[in-house]
C-alpha cells in the first residue's frame, strides 16, 4: 500500500511529545509522497505543520482503529510500535482498571497500588483449565498455563518475573505460588504448599526493606523450584537465592529502612521471651535509624513478626533456634551501636570497657568480650617469616566492624535459606518442577555501583535467552502452519555479555584487581579504557576518570569504580570469625565453619538441582573466590537450568514514581517497556507476520466484501483466498497458513478501513432511499389533506342550509308548545291552592287533640315524680339519722378498741389477719360489679328497644287517626279512639316498666358508688398496672414491627445452620474416603498370606457408623436408673429442672404401680399353687381331661403373664436409660416417658384381662362340677340310692373351692377399696399441702406494699395459668395416646373374637365327633389359632444377611428394576427390618442396617463418578427413610396412613437414631450426586451459553485477531469440541428423566436442578467478567435468549417453582446490561435499578470490558462508569467479583409417605431372592 494511501485526510497518527512521550493527532489535509509538510490536528483541536523528512523526521506513527484498542493481547494491534504498545496499555489500565495485558507470550503487569479482588480463589477456579487467550489476562493464566505444559509435555517449566524496584514483582510470584498451591494441593495430609507459601513472609523479613521506589523491595534474587510428583501434586520445593544486598545491613540512603527483620524485632522487644535481647526502639540503633524514617505507613511490624514466627513454626524451625535467630540479629544491632574511640596518634583506636552494646553482643552470641574488643580495633598481619599485630584506625576500625555485620547476616540468611530447603524437601521421587524465578530488572540511577552493575549483568543474560526464545516461538509457529520462513534480524547482545564475562572483561580485570596486594579502584579503571577503549559497548566518560559506561540492551549506565574492589573481595578479617568460631552456643558456631562438600537438598532428584553459590571458603586460602565470581557461577547455573525448562515470562512495569493508585506516567513507563524487552519481542513480531485469523474468523468479519458468490460458496478457505488476493494487491502483505491467515503490520487496519468504506457507501445508500421514501410518503399526506379540506368545506355549507330550515320550523313548535304551557299552569295553580286549604284545615284540628292529650300526659309524669320526689328526700332523711347514729356509736366503739389495737398493731400477726381474705374479697368485689355492670347494660338495651318500639307504634296510630279523621267517618273514628285507649294503656305500661328500670338503674347506681368507695383505694394500684400494660403494649407493638426482620434473620441463621452441618458432613465423607483410602494401602502394604479371622463379637456398627445400636432385651431397674441419673447429676441429665422432678415423681409412681401388680399376680400364683397342692379323689376319665385342660391354660396364661412381666421390666431398663443420656433433650425424655405410660397401662390391662379368664374358667370349673353334682343327685334320689361318700366329699370340695374364688374376689375387692381410701388420704394430704402453700403466699403478699401486692397476685396467677395450662396439656396428651392404646387394643380382640368364633367351631365339631358332653366349658377355654395373612413382612435367616445385602445392593443395577416399582430395594430392606422388629430380635435389626449402610457406602465409593447410580441410590436411601418415618408409629408421621399401614408400624425398637444415620447419608450421597452433574455440565457451559450461535448471523462480527499460544492448544485441529445450548438443556433433561424413572422426590429433584442452574450462572457469569471479547451487544442477545430457553425448559418439566430460575437472575441482568443504552444519566439511573443482583464491582467490570461491535458503535465513557459507581455507593456489596462455583445450597429431605402397601408387592425373580419368606 502506498504512502498516498495511508496518509490522508481524517487519518489519525502519533506524534512525538516530551511530557507525554507520544501524542496523538488527525491528519487535515492528504499528504503526497515528496511533502515536506504534514498538516495536522492536535486532540484540542490546535493547528500543527509537522515536518517530514526522508531520515532526520520521518512520517508519524499511524494509529489504530478504536476498536482495536484495549485488546488483551499488544501483538494483535495492526500496527505495532511504541506508541500503539504505549496508549494500549494506558486506555487498559486508567479506563478499565485491567492491570494485565499479553505482548506475545510475555504478561505484562502494571502496579495498580491498591488492593484488587481478582485473586480469590473463586478466580483461580475460574482460570483452571482454560487456554491461554481464551481468558483476560492474568497471572493465573500464566501460571495455568505453566502447570498445563508440564502435565502434557512432561518437561520442567519456570515462570521469569522481573521488573524494577516496586514494581510488584514479589506479589506477582507471591500470587503464582498461591496458584499452584491451590491447583497443585499434596496428595497427602503434609501440607507441603502451606510450607511453600508460608516461605515467603520469612523471605521478606530478612531479604525485603523499604526503598525510596518501594515500601516492600527485595533486596535479593531468588529462583523458586516447586516440585511435582508423578500425578502433578506438590511434594517438595527448593530455593536458590542470588546478590543479597549486604551493603543494606550498615547503611540505608534517606528514607530508607533496613531489612524488616530488625524493625519487626525491634517492635516486639517488650515481650517476656525477647527481654534477654536489651532491645529498645529501632530509633536507638544506628543500623535501624540511618533512614531518619523506621515507620511504613500501614504496616504493624509486630504483626508481621508474628506472621514470621508463625511461619518459622509451620516450617519446622524449633522454638530453640528462632531464639538464636533473634539473639543474632539483636547481636548485630548492638554491634552497630559499639563506639569507636581514635586515639591521639591518629593511627590506632580503642574500645571503651564499659560499652554497654559490646557486652549485649558478645553475651547474645556467646563470644569472649576482651577478646572481641581486642581485634575489633587490631588486625593480624602475616608475613613468610612472622606475624605482626597492627593497631587500625578509627575508620578502618568501623569499616571492620560493618564488615563483620554484613558478614554475619549474609550468614544467618544462608543459614535459613537452607533450614528452609530442608523443611521443603522430599523423600519422594521428583518427576517435574515448575520454576518460579524473582529477580530484580534492569536497574540505573545517579550513581550506579557493584550492585547494579551485578543486576544489569543478570538482565542482560536473561534478555539473551527471552530473545531467543521468542524468535524460537516465532519460527515454530512459521513451521506449524507451513509458511515459509525467512530469518529476522533481532537484537543480539552477545557482545555486550562478552565484555562483561568473557576473557580479559570487566569481571576478569577485577578479580585480577583485587589479587593485586595494593590493587585500587583507579587503577582497575585505567586497564579497563585501556583493554575495552575500541569495544561498541564500552566507553570513557568525558569528564571522569574513575567511571565507565557500558551500552546495555535497555540503555547507556555509567558505572562509578569507587567501591568495586571492597565490594567484590567482600573481606573478613580471620580473628573475629576465628572468635564467633568459638562460641558457646551451637548454632552461631555452626554459622562460620566452612563446608566443604555442599550436597544439593534435592540429590535425589531427577533434574541436579545446585545450590545458588558456594559458600565461602576460609579467608585464609589463597585463591578465596570473589563475589564477582560466585555471582557468575550462580548466573551460569540459573541460565542453564532455565534453558533446560519452558520459560514464561511475566514483566512488572511501575507507573508511577508516586505510589499512587491508578496514576501512569507515560515517560517512566516507556522506559521500562524498553528496558524489560517487551518493545522488543513487538519489533520482532512487526518484522514478520504479527496478525494472524482463522479461516472462520476472517470470513465471518470480511464477508460483506465479498462476491455473493463467495458467500455462498462451501469453501470459505478458497473464498478468503479469492477476497484477499482481489483487494490486496501485493502478495507479500499475507500469507496462507494451515489454519491462519498471516498478515504484515497495517493490514489488519486496512481491511478494517475498506470493510468501514463498505459500511459507509451501504448507509449512505440506505439513507438515500429511506430519505426517498420518506418524502413520496409526506407529498400523499399533504395532497390527501387537501382533498379532506375541501370535502369538509362543502359539507359545512349543505349543513348550514339545513339548519336554518329546521331552526324556523323548530320556532313554530316552540310557539305552540309555550302558549299550551302557560294555560296549563294557571289551572294547576288553582288546584293547587284548593287543596293547600284543605289541609291546614284538617291539620289544624288533628293537632288541637293532639295538645290536649299532651297536656294530660304531662300532668301524670309531674305529679308521678313530685310523689316520687317526697318519699325519697323522706327516706334519705330518715337514712341520714340513722346513718348518724351509727356513726356516732361506732367512733366510739372504735375508740374503745382503737387503744386495743395499737398494742396489737405492733405484731406482724395482726397485720395479717387484718388482710386475711383482702384480695379474695376484692377479686369477689371486682367480679360482682363487672356482673352489675354488664346486667345494668343489658336492662338499658331492653329499655331502650322498647321505647324505640313503643315509639314507632304511637307514630303509626297518630297516622292513621289524621287518616281516619281526614274521612270524617264517626265509625272508624271511634274505633281508633279504642285503638289509641289500648295503645295509651301499653305506653302506661311502658312507662311504668321505664319506672321500674328507672329504680333499679338508680338502686344499681347507688351499688356502683358503693363499690367505687370501696375500690377507691385500689385505682392508684390499678392506674399504675395500665401504665405498665402501656408500656407493656408498646414494647410489644415495638417487637411486632421486627418480627418479620427476625423471621428473614432466622431463616438466615436457619440456612446457614444447615449450610455449615452439610459442609461438615460432605468434610466427614472426605475424611472417611481419606481413611478408607489409608486403611487400603496399610492393608496392602501389611497384607500376609493366610486366613484372618476379625472377632465375632465386634459388631460392624461400632466400626463404620459409630452409632449405638438400641437394644432393649436387658432388665434393669427404674431405682437404679434413677440413682444413676442422681450420681451423674442434674445438670447432665436434664436441661430443665422442673422436667427433671417430674421425670422422677412419674418414675416413682410407675414403680409403685408395678409393686402393686407384681403384689396381685404373687397371690394369683399362690392361690394357684394351693388349688394344685390340694388332694384331690379320683373322678372320672372325662373330668380328669377338663381338669387337665384346664391346668393346661392355666399354666399359658401364667406364662403369658411371666411373659408381660418381662416386657414391663424391658421396658423400665429402656426408660432408664434413655433417662440417663445426656444428650437426649426434654422432648425427648417427655416422649419417652409417655411411651412407657401407655405401654404399662396396655400391660396393666391385658394382666387384668388375663386374671378375668383365669377367674372365669376357674368359676366354669366350679360351676360344671356343681351341675355334675345336682344331677348326679337327682338320679340318685330318682333311682333312691344311698349316697355315697366320695360324691359327697367331691361336693364339698367344690363348695371350698367357690367360696375360696369368693373370698379372693371379696378380697381383691377390700383391696382395691383400700388403694382408693389411701388415693383419697393422699389427695387429702396434697389439699393441705396446697392450702398451707397459699396461707405462706397470702402471708407473705399481705407483708408487701400494695404496688407490690397487685405486682405479686399477677405473677401468681400467671403461674397458676401456666401450670394449669400445661397439666392440661399433658392430660390431654395422655388421653389421647390411651384412646389410640384403647382402638389398638380393640381391633386386637376383635381379631380375637373372630378367631375364637372360629375355635369354637372347630371344637364343637370335634366335641359331636367325639360325643363330649361339656361344649360349653369347651367352647371357652379352646386356644386353636387361625393362620394369618401375609403382613408386608420379609423372613431371612441371619446367615443369608450377606447374600441380601450382595443382591440387592452390591449386585444390583438401575435397569434390572428399571420395570418395576421405583425404590424397590428400600421397599425390600424395609420389610425385612418389620420382620426383624416384629420377632424382637434388636441384634438382627441392627446388624442389617449397618450392612446396608456400609454397603450403600461402597456401593458409591467404586460408581463415584456414575451420575444413575448415584441417583438410584439417593432415590432409595430417602426412600428407606421416609418408610422408617411413616412406619415409627409417630403422630407426625401418621397422618397420611392409611388403616392398614398404621397396622404394620413398628412395634418394639424406636429406630430414631439410625433415621439421623440416614438423613446423613442422603445428604452426602446427594452431595456426591451434585458433584457429578456439575462436572458432567460444566465443560458444557461457557460454549453453549455464550459461544455457540443460538441465533444465527449475530456471532463472530468482532474481530478476534489475537493470537493463542500454539502451546497453550490442546489439539491442532479447532481445538477443544464445541457444545450447543441444546446440547446443555438435552443433558438436563437427562438428568431429570432418570431422577424421575428412579422416583426421587420432586422436591429433591427440584432442589438438584436449582444447584445445577446455579453453577451454569456461576461459571458463566465468571467467564463474562474475565473475557473482554464476549462484552458486546450481540452476546447479550444471545445470552438472554439461551436463559430464556432454560426458563421454558424449566415450564416444561414442572420445575418453575424450584426457585431453580432466580438462580439464572445475575446473568439475565448481565445480558440486559449489555444491551441497554450507555450514555445519560437516565441510563445511570435505570442501570442501578436494573442491576440488582449483580454486586457494584461486577457491574463496573462488564462496563469496562464492554466492546463495539464496530467502528459505529460507541464505547462506554469513563464519565458514566464514574457515574455508576457515585450511585451505587450505598450498596453493601461483598468484594468478591466472581460468584462462588462451589457455592452448594442446604437440601431439605421433605417428608413423602408412600401409598404403596407392603402387602401387595412384588418381589421378581431376577433378583434371586428365593431365600425371603413372605411373613
Known amino acids: 500500500m502506498s504512502v498516498n494511501e495511508l496518509y490522508t485526510k481524517f487519518t489519525r497518527v502519533w506524534i512525538p511529545d516530551p511530557e507525554d512521550v507520544w501524542k496523538a493527532a488527525e491528519i487535515t489535509r492528504d499528504y503526497k509522497e515528496g511533502e515536506s509538510v504534514l498538516h495536522l490536528k492536535l486532540e484540542d483541536e490546535t493547528p500543527l505543520e509537522y515536518p517530514v523528512g526522508q531520515k532526520s523526521n520521518p512520517l508519524p506513527f499511524l494509529r489504530n482503529p478504536d476498536i482495536l484498542v484495549g485488546e488483551n493481547d499488544l501483538t494483535a494491534l495492526s500496527y505495532l510500535h511504541e506508541p500503539a504498545v504505549l496508549h494500549n496499555l494506558r486506555v487498559r489500565f486508567l479506563e478499565s482498571n485491567n492491570i494485565y495485558t499479553y505482548c506475545g507470550i510475555v504478561l505484562v503487569a502494571i502496579n495498580p497500588y491498591e488492593q484488587l479482588q481478582i485473586y480469590g480463589e473463586e478466580v483461580i477456579n475460574a482460570y483452571t483449565g482454560q487456554n491461554m487467550g481464551d481468558m483476560d489476562p492474568h497471572i493465573f493464566a500464566v501460571a495455568e ?61 530478612i531479604g525485603n526493606a523499604k526503598t525510596t521506589r518501594n ?114 540479629i539483636a547481636s548485630i544491632l548492638h554491634l552497630g551501636n559499639v563506639q569507636i574511640c581514635s586515639e591521639r596518634d591518629g593511627e590506632s583506636c580503642r574500645i571503651s570497657r564499659d560499652d554497654l552494646h559490646l557486652k549485649h553482643f558478645c553475651r547474645l552470641l556467646g563470644v569472649e568480650l576482651q577478646q572481641m574488643e581486642h581485634w575489633l580495633c587490631h588486625r593480624k598481619l602475616v608475613t613468610a617469616s612472622e606475624t605482626y599485630v597492627k593497631n587500625m584506625s578509627s575508620k578502618q576500625a568501623a569499616n571492620a566492624r560493618d564488615a563483620l555485620a554484613k558478614h554475619i547476616y549474609a550468614r544467618m540468611f544462608d543459614w535459613i535459606v537452607e533450614h528452609i530447603n530442608k523443611s521443603l524437601q522430599t523423600s519422594s521421587k521428583q518427576h517435574s518442577f515448575i520454576g518460579v524465578l524473582d529477580i530484580y530488572g534492569f536497574e540505573t540511577f545517579e550513581v550506579n555501583s557493584f550492585e547494579q552493575f551485578c543486576i544489569n549483568y543478570a538482565n542482560e543474560k536473561l534478555q539473551q535467552q527471552f530473545n531467543s526464545h521468542v524468535f524460537k516461538l516465532e519460527q515454530e509457529e512459521y513451521m506449524k502452519e507451513q509458511i515459509p520462513w525467512t530469518l529476522i534480524d533481532f537484537y543480539d547482545n552477545q557482545p555486550c555479555i562478552d565484555l562483561i564475562e568473557a576473557r580479559l572483561g570487566i569481571l576478569d580485570l577485577l578479580d585480577e584487581e583485587c589479587k593485586v596486594p595494593k590493587g585500587t579502584d583507579q587503577n582497575w579503571a585505567q586497564k579497563l579504557y585501556k583493554q575495552h577503549s575500541s ?97 557468575r557461577s550462580s548466573l551460569h547455573l540459573l541460565m542453564e537450568t532455565l534453558n533446560a525448562t519452558t520459560p514464561h515470562y511475566v514483566r512488572c512495569i511501575k507507573p508511577n514514581d508516586l505510589k499512587e493508585a491508578f496514576s501512569f506516567d507515560s515517560s517512566r513507563a516507556v522506559q521500562q517497556l524498553r528496558a524489560c524487552g517487551v518493545l522488543e519481542t513487538i519489533r520482532i513480531s512487526a518484522a514478520g507476520y504479527p496478525s494472524r485469523w482463522t479461516y472462520p474468523d476472517f470470513f465471518s468479519r470480511y464477508r460483506v466484501l465479498m462476491k455473493k458468490s463467495d458467500i455462498t460458496s462451501a469453501d470459505k478457505k478458497l473464498a478468503c483466498k479469492n477476497l484477499l488476493e482481489t483487494l490486496v494487491k501485493d502478495s507479500d502483505m499475507f500469507q496462507f497458513g494451515k489454519t491462519k491467515i498471516f498478515f504484515r503490520a497495517g493490514q489488519v487496519a486496512y481491511l478494517e478501513k475498506l470493510r468501514a468504506d463498505k459500511f459507509r457507501a451501504a448507509c449512505i445508500k440506505i439513507q438515500k432511499t429511506v430519505r426517498g421514501w420518506l418524502q413520496r410518503v409526506r407529498y400523499r399526506k399533504i395532497r390527501k389533506s387537501a382533498v379532506t379540506l375541501q370535502r369538509y368545506g362543502r359539507g359545512y355549507l349543505a349543513r348550514r342550509f339545513a339548519e336554518q330550515l329546521r331552526l324556523t320550523r323548530a320556532a313554530l313548535v316552540c310557539q305552540k308548545q309555550y302558549r299550551m304551557v302557560q294555560t296549563r299552569r294557571a289551572y294547576l295553580r288553582v288546584r293547587q291552592a284548593v287543596i293547600t286549604i284543605q289541609a291546614f284545615t284538617r291539620g289544624m284540628f288533628t293537632r288541637r287533640i293532639y295538645q290536649e292529650f299532651l297536656l294530660h300526659h304531662k300532668a301524670m309524669i309531674i305529679q308521678r315524680s313530685v310523689r316520687g320526689w317526697l318519699q325519697r328526700r323522706k327516706f334519705r332523711r330518715a337514712r341520714d339519722a340513722a346513718v348518724t347514729i351509727q356513726c356516732a356509736y361506732r367512733r366510739l366503739r372504735a375508740k374503745r378498741q382503737l387503744k386495743q389495737l395499737k398494742i396489737e398493731a405492733r405484731s406482724a400477726e395482726h397485720l395479717k389477719k387484718l388482710n386475711t381474705g383482702m384480695e379474695n374479697k376484692i377479686v369477689q368485689l371486682q367480679r360482682k360489679m363487672d356482673d352489675q355492670s354488664k346486667e345494668l347494660r343489658h336492662q338499658n338495651e331492653q329499655l331502650v328497644v322498647t321505647n324505640s318500639s313503643l315509639g314507632s307504634e304511637v307514630t303509626k296510630l297518630q297516622k292513621q287517626l289524621e287518616h281516619l279523621r281526614s274521612r270524617r267517618d264517626e265509625g272508624q273514628l271511634t274505633s281508633l279512639q279504642d285503638e289509641l285507649q289500648t295503645a295509651r294503656e301499653e305506653l302506661r305500661e311502658a312507662k311504668k316498666l321505664q319506672e321500674e328500670h328507672g329504680s333499679e338503674k338508680l338502686r344499681l347506681q347507688q351499688r356502683v358508688e358503693e363499690l367505687e368507695r370501696e375500690n377507691c383505694l385500689l385505682k392508684s394500684e390499678k392506674e399504675d398496672m395500665n401504665q405498665k400494660l402501656l408500656q407493656h403494649s408498646k414494647s410489644v407493638e415495638e417487637d411486632d414491627s421486627s418480627v418479620s426482620q427476625r423471621e428473614v434473620s432466622l431463616q438466615s441463621e436457619l440456612d446457614a445452620e444447615r449450610q455449615r452441618y452439610q459442609n461438615l458432613l460432605k468434610e466427614f465423607s472426605r475424611l472417611e474416603q481419606r481413611y478408607d483410602n489409608l486403611k487400603e494401602e496399610v492393608s496392602l502394604s501389611k497384607f500376609h498370606p493366610g486366613h484372618r479371622r476379625n472377632p465375632s463379637n465386634q459388631s460392624s456398627l461400632e466400626s463404620d457408623s459409630n452409632y449405638p445400636s438400641i437394644s432393649t432385651s436387658e432388665v434393669g431397674d427404674t431405682e437404679d436408673s434413677i440413682q444413676l441419673v442422681e450420681e451423674m447429676g442434674v445438670e447432665k441429665a436434664a436441661m430443665d429442672i422442673s422436667l427433671f422432678m417430674k421425670l422422677q415423681k412419674r418414675v416413682r409412681e410407675l414403680e409403685q404401680e408395678r409393686k402393686r401388680l407384681q403384689a396381685n399376680v404373687d397371690k394369683m400364683e399362690e392361690l394357684a399353687k394351693r388349688r394344685d397342692s390340694e388332694v384331690k379323689s379320683p373322678t372320672s376319665e372325662q373330668e380328669t381331661a377338663d381338669l387337665a385342660y384346664n391346668s393346661l391354660k392355666r399354666q399359658e396364661l401364667e406364662s403369658e403373664n411371666k411373659k408381660l412381666k418381662n416386657d414391663l421390666n424391658e421396658l423400665r431398663k429402656t426408660v432408664a436409660e434413655r433417662v440417663s443420656q445426656n444428650s437426649s433433650s426434654s422432648n425427648e425424655q417427655q416422649d419417652g416417658y409417655n411411651v412407657l405410660l401407655s405401654q404399662l397401662k396396655s400391660a396393666s390391662e391385658e394382666l387384668e384381662a388375663r386374671k378375668e379368664e383365669v377367674l372365669i374358667l376357674r368359676t366354669q370349673i366350679v360351676s360344671a362340677a356343681q351341675r355334675q353334682d345336682k344331677n348326679d343327685h337327682i338320679d340318685e334320689n330318682n333311682s333312691k340310692e344311698p349316697i355315697d361318700e366320695e360324691e359327697a366329699l367331691k361336693a364339698y370340695h367344690g363348695l371350698c373351692e367357690s367360696k375360696k374364688l369368693l373370698e379372693a374376689q371379696l378380697q381383691s375387692q377390700s383391696r382395691q377399696h383400700k388403694d382408693e381410701l389411701e388415693a383419697l388420704h393422699t389427695q387429702i394430704e396434697l389439699l393441705k399441702d396446697d392450702i398451707e402453700k397459699k396461707q405462706e403466699i397470702l402471708n407473705y403478699t399481705m407483708s408487701l406494699s400494695p404496688e407490690a401486692q397487685v405486682e405479686y397476685s399477677v405473677q401468681q396467677e400467671i403461674t397458676r395459668l401456666t401450670n394449669d395450662n400445661l397439666d392440661l396439656k399433658e392430660l390431654v396428651e395422655k388421653l389421647e395416646k390411651n384412646e389410640r392404646k384403647l382402638k389398638k387394643q380393640l381391633r386386637i380382640y376383635m381379631k380375637k373374637v373372630q378367631e375364637l368364633e372360629v375355635s369354637q367351631a372347630a371344637a364343637a365339631a370335634a366335641a359331636s365327633q367325639t360325643g363330649r358332653s361339656n361344649p360349653e366349658l369347651s ?77 450403600i457406602k461402597k456401593v458409591l465409593k467404586k460408581n463415584n463418578d456414575d451420575f444413575e447410580m448415584t441417583s438410584f441410590w439417593l432415590a432409595n436411601t430417602s426412600r428407606l427413610l421416609h418408610c422408617l418415618k411413616q412406619y415409627s408409629g409417630d403422630e407426625v408421621f401418621m397422618t397420611q396412613n392409611t388403616t392398614k399401614q398404621n397396622e404394620h408400624c413398628l412395634k418394639n425398637f424406636d429406630l430414631a437414631e439410625y433415621r439421623q444415620v440416614l438423613s446423613d447419608l442422603s445428604i452426602q450421597i446427594y452431595q456426591q450426586l451434585i458433584k457429578v452433574a456439575e462436572s458432567i455440565i460444566q465443560p458444557m457451559i461457557v460454549s453453549a451459553m455464550l459461544e455457540s450461535e443460538s441465533i444465527p448471523s449475530l456471532a463472530g462480527v468482532k474481530p478476534m485477531g489475537y493470537r493463542n499460544r500454539s502451546s497453550s492448544m490442546d489439539n491442532d485441529g479447532s481445538g477443544p469440541s464445541s457444545y450447543t445450548l441444546e446440547a446443555l438443556i438435552r443433558q438436563l433433561g437427562q438428568f431429570h428423566a432418570v431422577m424421575r424413572d428412579h422416583g426421587l422426590d420432586p422436591e429433591i429433584v427440584g432442589q438438584v436442578v436449582r444447584q445445577l442452574f446455579n453453577c451454569i450462572n456461576a461459571v458463566t457469569l465468571n467467564n463474562l467478567l474475565l473475557r473482554k471479547d464476549v462484552c458486546s451487544w450481540s452476546t447479550g442477545m444471545q445470552l438472554r435468549y439461551n436463559t430464556s430457553q432454560m426458563e421454558e425448559w424449566l415450564r416444561g418439566n414442572n420445575l418453575y417453582q424450584s426457585k431453580a430460575a432466580a438462580t439464572l437472575e445475575p446473568i439475565i441482568q448481565a445480558a440486559q446490561l449489555l444491551q441497554v443504552k450507555k450514555k445519560t444519566t437516565q441510563d445511570a439511573e435505570a442501570i442501578c435499578s436494573l442491576c440488582s443482583s449483580l454486586t457494584t464491582q461486577q457491574i463496573v467490570k462488564i462496563l469496562n470490558l464492554y466492546t463495539p461491535l464496530n467502528e459505529f458503535e460507541e464505547r462506554v465513557t469513563v464519565s458514566f462508569i464514574r457515574n455508576i459507581q457515585n450511585r451505587l455507593q450505598e450498596r453493601n456489596d461483598p468484594p468478591q467479583l466472581l460468584l462462588d462455583t462451589k457455592q452448594t445450597f442446604p437440601v431439605l429431605f421433605p417428608y413423602t409417605p408412600s401409598a404403596l402397601s407392603l402387602e401387595t408387592l412384588h418381589i421378581p425373580a431376577s433378583l434371586n431372592l428365593d431365600f425371603l419368606i413372605r411373613v
Open 215 to 328: 515500601d516492600n523491595s527485595s533486596r535479593f534474587g531468588k529462583y523458586i523450584q516447586i516440585v511435582f510428583s508423578r500425578h502433578y501434586h506438590i511434594i517438595g520445593a527448593n530455593m536458590r537465592t542470588y546478590l543479597l544486598e549486604k551493603s543494606r545491613v550498615v547503611f540505608q540512603a534517606e528514607d530508607e529502612r533496613n531489612y524488616h527483620i530488625f524493625y519487626q524485632l525491634c517492635a516486639s522487644s517488650t515481650l517476656p521471651e525477647f527481654n534477654d535481647l536489651s532491645l529498645t526502639s529501632a530509633e536507638d540503633f544506628t543500623y535501624t535509624s540511618l533512614g531518619e524514617n523506621i515507620f511504613i505507613e500501614g504496616v504493624n511490624d509486630a504483626e508481621d513478626f508474628q506472621k514470621t514466627r508463625e511461619a518459622f513454626t509451620l516450617l519446622g524451625i524449633k522454638d530453640s533456634s528462632q531464639s538464636s535467630i533473634f539473639k543474632v
Open 1419 to 1495: 367352647r371357652q377355654v379352646t386356644v386353636q389359632r387361625k393362620e394369618k395373612d401375609f403382613e408386608g413382612m420379609l423372613e431371612y435367616s441371619k446367615e443369608d444377611e450377606g447374600l441380601l445385602v450382595k443382591s440387592l445392593i452390591a449386585d444390583i443395577r438401575p435397569n434390572t428394576v428399571s420395570a418395576t416399582v421405583p425404590c424397590l430395594p428400600a421397599y425390600i430392606l424395609f420389610m425385612c427390618i418389620r420382620h426383624a422388629d416384629y420377632i424382637n430380635d434388636d441384634q438382627k435389626v441392627a446388624s442389617l442396617l449397618t450392612s446396608t449402610i456400609n454397603a
Open 145 to 205: 498455563e505453566a502447570y498445563k505444559q508440564m502435565a502434557r509435555d512432561e518437561r520442567n517449566q519456570s515462570i521469569i518475573v522481573s521488573g524494577e524496584s516496586g514494581a510488584g514483582k514479589t506479589v506477582s510470584a507471591k500470587y503464582a505460588m498461591r496458584f499452584f498451591a491451590t491447583v497443585g494441593g499434596s496428595a497427602n495430609d503434609t501440607n507441603v504448599e502451606e510450607k511453600v507459601l508460608a516461605s515467603s513472609p520469612i523471605m521478606e523479613a
Open 535 to 631: 569495544s561498541v559497548h564500552f566507553q570513557k566518560p568525558r569528564m571522569s576518570n574513575i567511571s565507565f559506561i557500558i551500552n546495555h540492551f535497555a540503555d547507556k549506565v555509567e558505572y562509578h569504580c569507587e567501591g568495586f574492589l571492597e565490594k567484590n573481595r567482600d573481606t573478613v578479617y580471620e580473628e573475629q570469625i576465628n572468635i564467633l568460631k568459638a562460641s558457646q552456643f551451637q548454632l552461631v558456631a555452626d554459622l562460620f565453619h566452612e563446608k566443604d562438600d555442599v550436597t544439593s537438598s534435592s540429590k535425589t532428584s531427577r533434574v541436579n538441582v545446585r545450590p545458588a553459590k558456594s559458600l565461602p571458603k576460609a579467608p585464609n586460602k589463597e585463591h578465596r573466590k570473589t563475589v564477582g565470581l560466585q555471582f
